[in-house]
């Protein structure tokens, strides 16, 4: 097999072999994702205390790139590193050389001559964080690459999963909405899988990824007839911004090839007060955020104290990035 290929108008040149990245969920097998949890649960501990500072990583040095909006992944990344003394330094394409037309490649190589030990990196574009890592030096970790993978969510999921419900062999999660767009399904679906909870996959047919029977996951289109099995049912972002850069070249954006409205959408996906009574015992609720209120999930579901995991979720972000950045650099050593 080739490892010749061509992500951004680029040749993507080998990957060297001695260097560890987080590029994909499909990087960690089960030995790695247990010492991960493990390690983002003993930063936890230290993140409950008064002083949340450790020396862990001083002198290191975290550059955080982002091509698309973020409000979770880069602060939290930002505030891991911080919170492990590493030096840190966030560049939002957004007001940089990229809007006068620089490129990945050169954009990665100047902000890779200030010698970063890791390069985050956000980017429409499957793909572009394995490119970043065979044109630099650093460690990298992808934040995010289009509708490809965001493994640090993932990993953050399930370490939720497993505080609020103790395990996850066995669970049975549904994944509901824009499954097409979503990077944080693909990367779900793939851990959630390899650790061994059952997963159903709930959306609309014009939201299904053509393959989906591939996937290590079950479909369906009855949201009603899922929830009352679920441990844990996800919601997805109803990403719109996806959607009219998947139309075919040349087709006009009528704004609903995918959903026909957001009320209708709202009737047959969303996750309501009347659809939160049906499910059983501790069942959680997940969204990874930002959320449409009123579209895939309505506000007294969101703000539920005793089955969201919404806030959760973003507070075991800290601890879980905190894990893979020091794991990354070496961990024990
Ligand atoms: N979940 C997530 O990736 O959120 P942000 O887009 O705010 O980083």
Redesign the pocket.
């Known amino acids: 097999m080739t490892d010749l290929r061509v992500v951004g108008g680029e040749l993507v040149p080998p990957a060297p072999r001695e260097r560890r990245h987080l590029l994909s969920i499909a990087d960690l097998d089960r030995d790695d994702v247990d010492r991960l949890l493990a390690t983002a649960a003993s930063f936890a501990l230290s993140q409950a205390r008064e002083t949340k500072k450790l020396p862990t990583l001083r002198g290191r040095f975290v550059l955080n790139v982002f091509y698309e ?6 602060s939290s990344f930002d505030l891991a590193a911080k919170r492990l003394s590493a030096d840190t330094m966030t560049v939002k394409a957004s007001g940089s050389s990229v809007e006068k037309g620089e490129s990945l490649r050169d954009t990665a190589q100047t902000l890779g001559a200030y010698g970063p030990d890791v390069i985050v990196i956000r980017h429409p574009e499957a793909g572009a964080a394995e490119f970043v890592a065979r044109v630099t030096d650093a460690h990298v970790v992808n934040a ?1 690459d289009g509708k490809h993978q ?1 493994p640090t ?1 993932a990993l953050l999921d399930l370490y939720t999963m497993k505080e609020a419900l103790g395990r996850l062999e066995g669970l049975h999660v549904a994944i509901v909405g824009d499954v097409l767009h979503s990077r ?1 399904a693909r990367s779900n679906v793939l851990l959630l899988s390899t650790l061994g909870a059952r997963v159903t996959l709930v959306a609309p047919p014009t939201l299904l990824p053509v393959g989906v029977e591939a996937w290590p996951a079950a479909t369906s289109f009855d949201l009603d007839g899922v929830l009352a099995t679920s441990d844990v049912v996800m919601m997805l972002r109803v990403q719109r911004e996806r959607m009219s850069a998947s139309l075919p070249e040349g087709a006009r954006d009528l704004g609903n090839q995918f959903v026909p409205s957001a009320r209708e959408y709202a009737r047959r996906y969303g996750l309501d007060a009347r659809r939160m009574a049906m499910l059983d015992g501790d069942a959680i609720v997940m969204h ?3 959320m449409n209120r009123g579209m895939e999930i309505a506000a007294e579901v969101a703000d539920d104290p005793k089955r969201s995991t919404i806030v959760e979720q973003v507070t075991n972000g800290v601890s879980v990035r905190m894990a893979v950045l020091y794991l990354l650099l070496g961990g024990a050593e």
């Open positions: 909006n973020s409000t979770r992944t880069s995010g965001h969510q944080v990874p955020g930002p």
